[in-house]
């Protein structure tokens, strides 16, 4: 891997805009790269012969997964530890390469922490995404893929999300970042003709790469019930705690839209085709359009496992709502994308990755 930091790209670098492996292949700058999703998303890129180039400031992960990503791959990724929200580094950048499209995955995404430190996710989320659109419209570059979420949706909207439900509302400052980015982007694209953007709506993505070389990694305690789960699997964590059970659900615990990492990495790729024939801005669920509760997942990770987890229930966690999935009709229609592996397929793939790598990133 080549591993630079901003300032010194611009000799290695120099002829690299022009060198494209495959044919119709592009260059395609990947924010946060080295993150959860980001890595997975730089697989599918690398094996449709796309070139990687990573802008990643290793807040929330390492470079150990971009290692990992070249050796699934057999190919390179070029990384460049920088942040979004330094306008120097990418001017930098976007003066070394010629970018075909940008997919934005660099942000903060912990709810509660957001809801301790608003002004950081604000600068964060949004004011990077800015400086990245600013950076775009200086160098001409015209396609953008956005790490949306389902929490644009609100606490009120009828289940299943469709797109076309009004938006806004979030209870915490994480999801009002998310929502304030795709309401630039929409008046971005309105500004601009030739701009296309897709702003992908993640429901509950969990699982990780089958190769057991890359999955989710979170530092300290997991905030997410896949990664407690895992965790309390290989025995880092006692029991699981269920925040409540007294939903109006089945069997009382919340339910969400569960999809596997590498179909959601998949859908980056297929919304990178559709930008390169659309103009404007479109927002797209990517998820399953099936729920499943709390226990379902419990009892979905034993079964492929055959490890036992304890869990208790405790008291509800705030701002949890009871349940929702997406309509994911508009993905399959215009991306021709659906999500394909089963919860089965998460739990068996999250297990090996755990179970391989018991600390994360941090056993290598
Ligand atoms: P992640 O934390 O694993 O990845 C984000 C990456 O961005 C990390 O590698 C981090 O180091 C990097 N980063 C953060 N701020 C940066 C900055 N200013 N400059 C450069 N790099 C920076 O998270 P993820 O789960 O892979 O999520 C990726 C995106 O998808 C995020 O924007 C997140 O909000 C969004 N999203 C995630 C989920 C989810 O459940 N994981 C759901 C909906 C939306
Ligand atoms: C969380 C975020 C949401 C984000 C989404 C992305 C919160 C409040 N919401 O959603 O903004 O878009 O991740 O995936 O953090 N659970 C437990 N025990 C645990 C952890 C979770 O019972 O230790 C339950 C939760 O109550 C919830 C379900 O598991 O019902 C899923 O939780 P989580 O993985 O945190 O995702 P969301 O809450 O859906």
Redesign the pocket.
Known sequence: MSTFHYASIRLVFYFEPYFRPFVNSMVILV?????????HTAVELLSQGHKVVV???????CEESLSRVERICNRKVHFVH????DPNCLTSLFSRFKFDAVI??????AVGESVRKPLDYYH??VT?SLFLLEAMKKFDVKKFVF?????IYGQKAPVPYVETLKTGGALNP?GSS?WMVEQILIDAAKADSELSVAML?????IGAHPSGLIG?DPLGVPN?LLPFIAQVAVGKREVLSVFGDDYETPDGTCIRDYLHVVDLAEGHVKALNWLMGHKGAEAFNLGTGTGFSVLDVVKAFEAASGVVIPYQVVSRRSGDLAVFWADATKAKAVLGWEAKRTLNDMMIDTWRWQSLNPNGYADT
């Open positions: 924010t946060g790269g080295a993150g959860y999703i980001g890595s802008l990643d400031d290793l807040s929330n992960a920088g942040n979004v929200c934005h995955f660099a942000g903060c995404k964060n989320n990077g790490s949306s979420s389902a929490t994480y998310k709506r993640y429901f509950n993505p989710e997410n």
